[in-house]
């Protein structure tokens, strides 16, 4: 039953999402949950929970069924994003999988990497990673090292890749690499490189701020051998993939944390009810009152803006500068909401063992990944002033020129 403080979701209104609502629900309370506190203390999920994702159809929900998804469009995978962050459950990460890797495959991959690594993926027996980031460089994509040098019918891969999320679990990983190293941005390519391959090595999960259930970790490559069919897409096109993928990724990290911060809304207003002080529930507070009409007001407008933006990808008319805001807007939200509401359990909110301080923990990431939001704030403000940077880039252009030829 909607609340009359929330927005109807007509994103999510059909019969069809109620039903994947409870199969979301049974997944998360049977195969998940009680397993979490196992998987935070190893650094990572166990496969178990993978391959029932896959039983379930929760993998590959956007991929077409002739490769073993469900064909459904993108609002059943938001549904399921938004839900698994309201849980807290930071493991399987499988928007990681399913709305970031998967797609890769589906629209840059040969015939022959959708046949091999689709089904499997489908069925969670394979589980991908994607490796952009090194550790010299993050937000700066260009300045990647990993060089992939040619070697007729394979290449040769050397560097390392960081802060690779499932990157100790899964069996392959997308690596961003240079092909070209004179020529920028596009002599960057993407190969898939599976776990195992000689030469191709992993460090141990990272113990991290929040998200302890999802490994994240580096990964070293020592004079691997890629064959040339894992190129996914052609050499010189894997900048222009990403760039065309972000939006996608950005608008996952969006709706990870309106479903976070509606978790930790559900938890701060049972808690508030229940806790007493000087005589009275702490919701009997008028600072109390505030701050969660504070939570619940910036929760349902940041998630009017979600959804549109999720109408739109649906259409393939998401912008990157919509995805960008939203990533944004939702994830600074989500980090200040919940924020007040570990104040609101006091002492208590600092306690592992009280969900908020999960909730809390898992949220600071999500300013950082996927683009910190300084960068979502660069995008937005060249295409806001457009006409700036347009000239800039042409004055830059005739200054090189000019200089060219001087010498
Ligand atoms: C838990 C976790 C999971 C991750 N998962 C993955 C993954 O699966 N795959 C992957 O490839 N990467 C992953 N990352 C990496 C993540 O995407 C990067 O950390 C992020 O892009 C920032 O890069 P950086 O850490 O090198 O920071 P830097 O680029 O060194 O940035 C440092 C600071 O400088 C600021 N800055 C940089 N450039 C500018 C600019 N032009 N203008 C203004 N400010 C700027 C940044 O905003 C930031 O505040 C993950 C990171 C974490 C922590």
Same mark, same amino acid.
């Given at each position: ?23 979301? =629900? ?26 029932? *994702? ?39 990460? %499988? ?31 394979? %589980? ?7 550790? #010299? ?14 070697? $007729?019918?394979?290449? %040769?891969?050397?560097? #390392? ?6 990157? @100790?679990? #899964?069996?392959?990983?997308?690596? *961003? ?25 992993? $460090?141990?999960?990272?113990? !991290? ?9 580096? &990964? ?32 996952? /990290?969006?709706? $990870? ?8 809304? =559900? ?14 529930? %702490? ?24 959804? !549109? ?13 919509? *995805? ?29 063992? @009280? ?12 300013? /950082? ?5 300084? /960068? ?15 000239? &800039? ?15």
């Amino acid at each position: 039953m909607i609340k009359p403080y929330e927005l109807p979701r007509t994103v999510y209104g059909s019969e069809e999402h109620q039903m994947f609502k409870k199969t979301i =629900e049974e997944y998360f309370k049977t195969y998940v949950l009680p397993y979490r506190e196992k998987w935070e203390e190893q650094g990572y999920c166990d496969r178990e929970a993978w391959l029932k *994702a896959g039983e379930l159809g929760l993998l590959g929900i956007t991929l077409d069924p002739k490769y073993g998804g469900m064909g459904l469009d993108f609002s059943f995978s938001a549904l399921l994003i938004e839900e698994q962050a309201r849980y807290g459950a930071a493991a399987p990460a %499988i928007s990681m999988h399913s709305d970031i890797v998967i797609p890769y495959f589906e629209k840059h991959g040969s015939d022959y990497l959708k046949e091999k690594y689709l089904p499997k993926c489908a069925s969670g027996e394979l %589980i991908g990673s994607l490796g952009m980031t090194e550790p #010299s460089t993050g937000s700066d994509v260009q300045a990647i090292q990993t060089y992939a040098e040619d070697r $007729g019918d394979h290449y %040769i891969l050397n560097g #390392s890749k960081t802060f690779i999320t499932i990157g @100790y679990t #899964s069996d392959f990983t997308i690596v *961003a690499c240079k092909t070209d190293k004179k020529k920028g941005f596009k002599g960057i390519s993407l190969l898939v490189v599976d776990s195992g391959t000689p030469g191709f090595t992993k $460090g141990n999960p990272f113990h !991290k701020l929040g998200l302890k259930a999802s490994d994240t970790c580096e &990964l070293f490559f020592e004079d691997v051998k890629v064959p040339k069919e894992n190129l996914l897409g052609g050499e010189g096109t894997g900048f222009i993939q990403m760039m065309t993928e972000l939006p996608r990724e950005r608008l996952t /990290i969006a709706l $990870g944390a309106i479903g976070a911060v509606r978790g930790a809304l =559900e938890h701060t207003v049972e808690y508030t009810q229940e806790r007493r002080a000087f005589k009275q529930p %702490i919701c009997g507070f008028q600072n109390t009152q505030f701050k969660i009409a504070e939570v619940a007001t910036k929760l349902e407008v940041a998630t009017a803006f979600v959804d !549109k933006c999720s109408e739109l990808l649906a259409l393939g008319k998401l912008t990157p500068e919509l *995805a960008s805001m939203a990533k944004y807007h939702a994830s600074d939200m989500q980090c200040a909401m919940i924020d007040e509401c570990l104040q609101l359990f006091g002492g208590y909110g600092y306690i592992w063992e @009280y969900p908020i301080a999960r909730y809390y923990g898992d949220a600071r990431v999500q300013r /950082i990944y996927g683009g910190t939001n300084e /960068i979502m704030k660069v995008m937005i403000a060249r295409s806001v002033l457009s006409k700036y940077f347009g000239e &800039l880039k042409a004055q830059q252009k005739a200054r090189k020129l000019e200089m060219a030829s001087r010498n």
